[in-house]
C-alpha cells in the first residue's frame, strides 16, 4: 500500500496540539496536487486553509467537521484509483482506531534550537529539507517566529526554512543595542553565519521587511530573493498610535483594540493570542526592548529605499488593501506589487495562499 498518502493535521505553530476541520473543500473522487486548498482548519489562535502538499484522488474522509483532531492525525487518504476500496478501508480504520485510542506520534512540525550572534542568544525554527536555497523568516514588531504557522510549511516540501525570533522578541534575548533596524539586519546576516548558510532567500513582514531590505542593501550577493509582506521603510505613513499602545499596553483590555487593527476581520483576534502576547510583553527586557524599537520605528528617518535600491536581486510585494498599520499607500515607489483585497496588516495570516504564491514566485530563480 505504498502508493496510499495519509493528509495529515498539520502542525502550526510551536503550542498548537491539535486543530478542527470546519469546512471541506474536497471530497471522495476528486484529484488534487500541490497547492489546491483541501480544508478549513480551526486552531486556538486563528482558522487557515490548508493547502495540499499531496498528488492524487482523495478517495475518503477520515474525520467529521468540528471533530477535534491532534497533529499529526490522519484527516484523509489519498491514492491512485487502482488500489482497492478495501485497501483504502483499512487505512481508514486504522487512522480511526489511532485517533481514537490518542495513539498518534507526531513528529512533523519545525525543530527549535539557538545560535548565539554578537553575544545575544536567538532562537529560531527549522523545518523541511531539501538542496534548494534555503528560506529565512523574518517577523515583525512584537512579533516571532510563530508568525509564520501559515506559510513555513508549504514552503518547506524541497528545501530547509528558518523562521528566527529578531532581538527583543520571541524565546531571544531581549538586548537589541541601540535599538536600530540596522542591529537586527546585522543580527540577520550573523544568523546566515552560525547557521552555515552562504545564500538565503528572504521572506519578512512589516518592520522585519525593513530589516531585510538593509541586509539585502548590505550584502546584496547573500540575499537570492526578497519576498516582502506591508514592509516599513518605503513610505511615510505608519500608524504610531498601534506601535506605541502595543508598546504600552499592560492588559487584555488595554491590548486587544490594539491587536485588532492588525486584520481586516477583527473577530481574527483570538483570546488565546491575547494572552500569549500578553505572556511575552511580562518578560524581563520586553519593556525597554519594544520601547527603543517603538521609537525607530515612529522616527521620521526611516527609510529602506537607498537600500532596496542597492539590492539588484529578484523582489515580490505583497500588501493587505485593508492594512491599517503600514497603509497600502506607502507602495507607490514599488513596482509590481500584489495587493489583496479584504486583507489588513498580516496578510501571512489572512491570506497565506497568496503570500506562499509569492514565495514561490520569488524563489523559482
Not at 60 to 75: F, K, M, R
Not at 327 to 340: G, I, R, T, Y
Amino acid at each position: 500500500m505504498s502508493d496510499i498518502q495519509r493528509v495529515t493535521m498539520p502542525k502550526w505553530g510551536l503550542s498548537m496540539e491539535s486543530g478542527k476541520i470546519t469546512e471541506w473543500l474536497v471530497k471522495p473522487g476528486d484529484t488534487i496536487a500541490e497547492g489546491d486548498p483541501i480544508c478549513e482548519i480551526d486552531t486556538d489562535k486563528i482558522a487557515g486553509e490548508l493547502e495540499s502538499t499531496w498528488d492524487g484522488t482523495v478517495r475518503a474522509l477520515v474525520v467529521d467537521v468540528n471533530e477535534d483532531v491532534p497533529v499529526g492525525g490522519t484527516i484523509a487518504v489519498v491514492a491512485p484509483p487502482e488500489v482497492s476500496d478495501d485497501d483504502i478501508s483499512a487505512v481508514v480504520a486504522q487512522a480511526r482506531e489511532q485517533l481514537a485510542s490518542g495513539a498518534v506520534e507526531d513528529e512533523s512540525g519545525p525543530k527549535i534550537a539557538t545560535v548565539k550572534v554578537d553575544g545575544r542568544q536567538i532562537s529560531y525554527a527549522s523545518l523541511g529539507e531539501g538542496d534548494e536555497t534555503p528560506i529565512v523568516f523574518i517577523h515583525g514588531y512584537g512579533g516571532d517566529k510563530n508568525s509564520w504557522l501559515f506559510v513555513q510549511e508549504p514552503v518547506a516540501t524541497n528545501r530547509v526554512t528558518y523562521a528566527l525570533d529578531l532581538p527583543g522578541h520571541g524565546a531571544s534575548s531581549k538586548d537589541v543595542g541601540d535599538g536600530s533596524l540596522g542591529t537586527l539586519a546585522r543580527t540577520v546576516l550573523g544568523f546566515l553565519d552560525e547557521i552555515g548558510v552562504s545564500k538565503a532567500h528572504l521572506v519578512a513582514h512589516s518592520m522585519g521587511g525593513a530589516v531585510a531590505v538593509m541586509a539585502a542593501g548590505h550584502s546584496p550577493e547573500r540575499v537570492v530573493s526578497l519576498t516582502l509582506i506591508s514592509p516599513a521603510g518605503f513610505g511615510p505613513e505608519i500608524n504610531s498610535s498601534y506601535i506605541n499602545g502595543f508598546a504600552t499596553a499592560e492588559t487584555r483590555r488595554e491590548l486587544k483594540p490594539h491587536l485588532q487593527q492588525l486584520f481586516a476581520d477583527p473577530g481574527l483576534v483570538t483570546r488565546q493570542l491575547i494572552d500569549d502576547l500578553l505572556k511575552y510583553k511580562r518578560l524581563d527586557g520586553v519593556d525597554e526592548a519594544l520601547r527603543q524599537l517603538s521609537a525607530t520605528l515612529t522616527s521620521e528617518g526611516l527609510d529602506v529605499r537607498s537600500d532596496f535600491g542597492r539590492y539588484t536581486g529578484k523582489a515580490g510585494v505583497v500588501w493587505g488593501a485593508d492594512d491599517r498599520i503600514v497603509p497600502v499607500s506607502n507602495a507607490s515607489s514599488l513596482n509590481d506589487v500584489k495587493v489583496l483585497d479584504g486583507v489588513g496588516h498580516m496578510a501571512h495570516m489572512e491570506s497565506p495562499q497568496h503570500v506562499v504564491a509569492a514565495i514561490r514566485d520569488a524563489t523559482s530563480v
